[in-house]
């Protein structure tokens, strides 16, 4: 670890000359899938029947949210510091019926999932093109929505998310980058506390498993653009 901020400290200096700051802001919408958590929300559906005169709790799928940080380039690289966080609100809703004892009542469940944590990011960059990957620290946490926001669920994780950039448009003082990436999950995510909260039967499958997501980055830079 110590020759890798040796090297990093070594390249600064060098390239000082002719490298630029910037800070950047990002838009993140990300695709995540999780087989385990897909099993959870699907019985907790099977179980819900009434869920159907209503809406059925749906799967986490898509994510969005910002991508904030600050960027050290040079004509062949950059060297990122920044901050991510995607999230999502998933519902049901639906009326249980009256009986002989009881009367009807409205049911429903909010659940927000959250992704967010630090990245430490390399590209290499050849004109308009770049390639490069990030190693995050990032937290996932479960929670209910509502007041008051109970979370019931928090896991950090390690995380390397690479991918491929395109410069879109380049001024002397802001460009527009698109970036593509996939992220590698490193360490299983545990759903069980989901079971808990969702009030329904152990599943017999595993209740965690290793997660993979993909999605797109649009980037702005803001600072000097010359190289």
């Known amino acids: 670890m110590k020759s890798f901020y040796l090297y990093l ?26 087989s385990s958590q897909s099993c959870i929300v699907d019985q907790y559906n099977d179980e819900l029947s009434f869920l159907e005169n209503g809406e059925i ?23 990122e510091l920044g901050w991510h966080l995607v999230s999502r609100e998933r519902d049901a809703f639906g009326t249980i019926e009256a009986t002989d004892s009881t009367a009807a009542q409205v049911y429903d469940l909010g659940i927000r999932y959250r992704r ?18 990030t190693l995050n620290h990032d937290v996932f946490s479960i929670a209910t929505k509502g007041s008051p926001v109970k979370v019931f669920s928090r896991q950090p994780t390690y995380t390397t998310q690479f991918h491929l950039s395109y410069q879109l448009y380049q001024s002397d003082r802001i460009s ?42 649009v980037i702005f830079y803001n600072g000097p653009q010359e190289w």
Do not use: C, H, W
């Not at 749906?58 to 910002?66: A, H, Y």
């Not at 990436?181 to 017999?204: C, G, V």
């Open 57 to 79: 709790m749906p799967s986490l799928r898509f994510m969005n949210g910002i991508n904030l940080g600050v960027s050290y380039r040079t004509k062949f690289s950059r060297i």
């Open 116 to 133: 967010s944590g630090f990245q430490l990011g390399y590209e290499f960059i050849i004109q308009r093109f770049g390639v490069g990957a």
């Open 9 to 34: 400290l070594f390249f600064l200096g060098f390239t000082s000359l002719q490298a630029q700051f910037n800070v950047k802001i990002g838009y993140e919408l990300d695709y995540f899938n999780s």
């Open 176 to 217: 527009l980058v698109l970036r593509p990436y996939y992220t590698l999950f490193y360490e299983e995510l545990n759903f069980a506390p989901l079971i808990s909260e969702m009030d329904i039967s152990p599943i017999k499958s595993t209740v965690g498993d290793v997660p993979y997501s993909f999605g797109l980055t």
